[in-house]
C-alpha cells in the first residue's frame, strides 16, 4: 500500500474496531460453513 493510503488505512480500522460486536455461536457456523463452500466450489472449478 502505498504512504498516502496509510492514514485512510488507520482511521478504516479504527472505525472497524469500534463498530465489531461478537458474533454468536449460529453466526459463526454460518461463516465458516459459507467459507467452506466457497473452497470447495473454487477448487472444483479452478483447478491449479
Known sequence: MSEENEPRKHITEALAGKAFV???????EEREATEDYVKCAAARYLPL
Open 22 to 28: 461478537p458474533e454468536t455461536h449460529e453466526q459463526r
